[in-house]
């Protein structure tokens, strides 16, 4: 949320109207011809960079303006501060020619960066990324006197190729792959000179080069590394961490055989100024390194192989200086992140190149067996599972015991780490294909990987809606069902769990930071009895049992949190993750599953946690999904019919689950048919139409003193035509039914009714009833009618001439009188 002020500014700015514009534009023409760089000019170019910026559509910039703000922009005697606004506004504005900026004239680093931003950002074209990548790669290429350049390029270069990758040809690439080569392995190993003063009368004086430390203090032995420290650094040091910081992006980018093919790699070759034998390590006279001076050959590799090499090189120098213990702390994050960076390194490297595997995995495992028992560095331990998901089966080693880990500790102990979670999840999303089909653990993991979600919902919604297909199997529904159900319980248990933790375990009452008792869910957590229930919410696979008997009893436990805002969060994921649930397990369920899942939905629709509009929100998931499954297997509705009419009998259900009630009374309806299950008999009909007509009969009594209804007209509708099509299909009901329907006039005269329901929804209930004692009166046309073939599953006999529907239609319209009074007062 913006402030007050900050929204009213930017209100200002949207809704400005085009006079006052026109003279705004004017006024900073004016100015800047003038070349009036004052304070009137910088608050005129921020009002107008917000004007530019408040809204999702280009404003269109007058031409004579624009050319000011470009000569501004590119004028090496502008400030900074005019600079960043011109560029800030040149990159919102329209119409902008990209060609007009004259970056192949430009040569003090920071111009060039703040022209490049805007080409970046208002290119329509490859080619016009071409030329500031042509532009960029000279400056990489020529030693220029602005040692800066680089700096400044690298950055720059790195943006552009996250637009248009295939702006770079091969030409391009090899140089690029030579310059990175230079930049990792051969940077100095010396400090950066540093001045000191000598005294009063002295001068500053340049003191000798210091040799660069390593994080523990000690004298850095080998090459150069962004885990190398010390007082000040060299350009060639800036460029190493440059270098460092792209590489990962480039390597993914350009290191693919693939490419090597693609119409980027097969145009015409640019040439330099300079021959791309121009090599740092064959000029300089750098320092050579102790450990990696393994094989001159390398020197002889083609760009591409030869950064391989040197970028394996540097990654190994990392895993091994993060082995030293940090003097500060933030050395020791810097640490953890470089771990990063060099494993997936690693990783990419030695996909593109399987030689590699055989020389990387022991420095792997040294690594994991290092770090494993650290759950501090949980984050390196996602890309070294990445490196043995990727490379494990090639160098035939076991993989088993760091997925164990990963999906046991890790969502159990630090589900509440945000940043984790998120990789953790991405991670998974990466990979699920792969550990759906080779790693059973996955699968059976589902409730540790929900608490990632339970606590940090609905961050990770979308994520979950694309992982959730992936830990379904036919094994596993039925409770992971449960677990989806049961996600708030587990937010609120996941929260008591760590609020207990802060707690002294010897305190036998506890109390709050206020003084006051403490909430009796949290007295709960710790109390023996019912400790296997809140083990099972946070059990770390699943095969110990679908659900627990005891669910009413963890409700009212959790009472007094189901207004924690991360609670009620986490419930409003629940039915958009249900909409996958069901939609996937449709794909492969057979008819035992199909029944379980009926007699979830039965049982769990009254059993959920009490968030507010939670129960109304599920149930209204199981009412549309309820269809689906009996359209699947119509069977149910026999097999399930006992628990489906107890369900249908009782009207409590109505006033507590109409939504999912009326659902039921309309599946009954529809499929208990011999044309849908041979054993459905006339008992069975029977049996039916009688428990809903003392429904029926029940909500629609009238009485003076009655209040007034609380189901909507549509239920009402819906029963009246569910009892009609049993009667149809059991032709000796057809009486008790329309005895009953003409008295439906007098129900929506009554005066609840009228005070309650409209005068549309009053016709509708009459009108329908109406129709269906007309129908009735043909018990054969009203069992077609009614009752339609199973088989018919897109039917279209309100068009086909040839079907006797239409037919049946016509000859029960003439027989029937115009005007029936039957629905008497």
């Not at 504005?93 to 080409?119: C, E, F, N």
């Not at 003191?207 to 523990?216: G, H, Y």
């Not at 006033?655 to 009630?661: G, M, N, R, T, V």
Request: with cysteine; net charge negative.
């Amino acid at each position: 949320m913006y402030a007050q002020g900050t929204e009213s500014l930017i209100k200002q700015a949207r809704e400005i109207n085009d006079e006052e514009l026109v003279k705004f534009y004017g006024r900073i023409s004016k100015l800047l011809l003038n070349k009036d760089y004052g304070n009137e000019t910088v608050d005129s170019l921020q009002r107008l960079h917000l004007i530019v910026s408040a809204t999702k559509y280009g404003r269109r910039l007058p031409s004579d303006l624009l050319e000011k703000l470009q000569a501004l922009l590119c004028s090496p005697g502008s400030s900074e501060q005019l600079q960043v606004l011109s560029s800030s506004i040149l990159r919102e504005g329209l119409p902008l020619s990209v060609a007009k900026l004259p970056i192949k004239d430009l040569q003090d680093s920071r111009t060039t960066s703040y022209v490049a931003s805007v080409i970046l950002a208002q290119a329509k074209s490859k080619a016009e990324l071409a030329e500031l990548s042509h532009h960029l790669l000279k400056a990489v290429e020529i030693r220029q006197p602005d040692v800066q350049v680089c700096r400044h390029t690298l950055p720059i270069l790195s943006a552009a190729i996250r637009s248009s990758p295939d702006v770079l040809m091969e030409d391009h690439v090899n140089l690029v792959n030579r310059k990175l080569v230079d930049w990792l392995r051969y940077a100095s190993n010396q400090q950066g000179a540093s001045m000191s003063t000598g005294g009063f009368f002295m001068g500053p004086r340049a003191r000798q080069p210091a040799p660069m430390n390593e994080v523990d203090g000690a004298v850095a032995g080998d090459f150069f590394t962004v885990l190398c420290v010390g007082q000040s650094y060299t350009e060639d040091q800036w460029m190493n961490m440059y270098a460092f910081s792209m590489l990962r992006k480039w390597l993914r980018t350009y290191d693919i055989e693939e490419n090597s093919g693609s119409g980027a790699a097969q145009v015409n070759r640019v040439q330099f100024t300079q021959p791309f034998s121009d090599d740092r390590s064959e000029v300089d006279g750098s320092v050579m390194s102790m450990v990696s001076a393994t094989s001159s050959s390398s020197r002889l590799l083609p760009p591409k192989e030869r950064l391989r090499e040197k970028a394996f090189e540097y990654c190994q120098r990392l895993v091994e200086q993060s082995d030293r213990k940090a003097v500060k702390k933030a050395d020791t994050e810097l640490q953890k992140a470089c771990l990063v960076e060099a494993v997936t390194i690693m990783n990419i490297i030695c996909k593109e190149d399987p030689s590699f595997v055989y020389r990387a995995f022991p420095c792997i495992k040294a690594l994991y067996s290092r770090l494993s028992g650290d759950l501090a560095f949980s984050r390196v331990l996602l890309p070294i599972a990445q490196f043995y998901l990727n490379h494990s089966e090639t160098a035939a080693v076991d993989s088993e015991a760091v997925f164990r880990q990963l999906f046991s500790s890790f969502p159990a102990e630090l589900f509440n780490e945000p940043m984790l979670a998120f990789e953790f999840v991405q991670f998974c999303r990466t990979n699920m294909a792969v550990l759906q089909e080779s790693m059973p653990l996955y699968g059976q993991s589902f409730p540790n990987l929900l608490k990632f979600l339970a606590w940090n919902s609905p961050a990770l919604v979308s994520e979950y809606m694309e992982l959730l297909p992936s830990l379904l199997a036919p094994s596993t529904a039925i409770e992971l069902l449960h677990s989806l159900l049961d996600l708030p319980c587990l937010a609120a248990v996941l929260d008591l769990q760590l609020r207990s933790a802060s707690y002294a375990a010897s305190e036998k009452t506890l109390w709050d930071s206020g003084g006051s008792k403490a909430p009796s869910s949290l007295d709960a957590f710790r109390q023996p009895h019912y400790r296997g229930m809140f083990l099972y919410i946070l059990r770390p696979e699943a095969g110990t049992g679908d659900t627990i008997d005891r669910l009413r009893m963890l409700h009212d436990i959790l009472a007094d949190m189901v207004e924690s805002p991360r609670v009620v969060q986490c419930a409003q994921t629940v039915p958009v993750l249900l909409h996958v649930y069901f939609h996937t397990v449709a794909q492969f369920a057979d008819d035992k599953l199909i029944n379980q899942l009926v007699l979830v939905l039965l049982e769990r629709s009254s059993l959920l946690m009490d968030i507010k509009n939670y129960q109304t929100e599920v149930q209204r998931v199981f009412s549309s999904h309820l269809l689906a499954l009996c359209k699947l297997h119509p069977s149910l509705i026999m097999e399930q019919s006992r628990e489906l009419l107890d369900m249908a009998g009782s009207t409590i259900n109505i006033y507590q689950k109409e939504e999912l009630y009326t659902h039921v009374v309309w599946a009954i309806g529809e499929y208990l048919s011999l044309s849908h299950d041979a054993r459905c008999t006339v008992e069975h009909i029977t049996s039916s139409f009688e428990t809903l007509e003392a429904v029926l009969f029940e909500i629609t009594q009238v009485r003076q003193s009655a209040s007034a209804p609380r189901f909507s007209p549509r239920l009402v509708t819906v029963l009246m035509t569910t009892l009609a099509k049993l009667a149809s299909r059991s032709q000796d009901l057809i009486p008790r039914v329309s005895l009953f329907l003409s008295k439906m006039h007098s129900f929506t005269c009554s005066a609840p009714v009228v005070a309650c329901y409209s005068e549309e929804d009053r016709e509708a209930i009459v009108t329908r009833a109406h129709e269906l004692v007309n129908l009735l009166k043909l018990p054969n046309v009203a069992q077609f009618v009614l009752t339609p073939s199973a088989s018919g599953d897109t039917p279209r006999w309100h068009r086909d001439t040839n079907a006797s529907l239409p037919f049946a239609m016509r000859a029960l319209s003439g027989l029937l009188p115009k005007h029936n009074t039957f629905l008497t007062g």
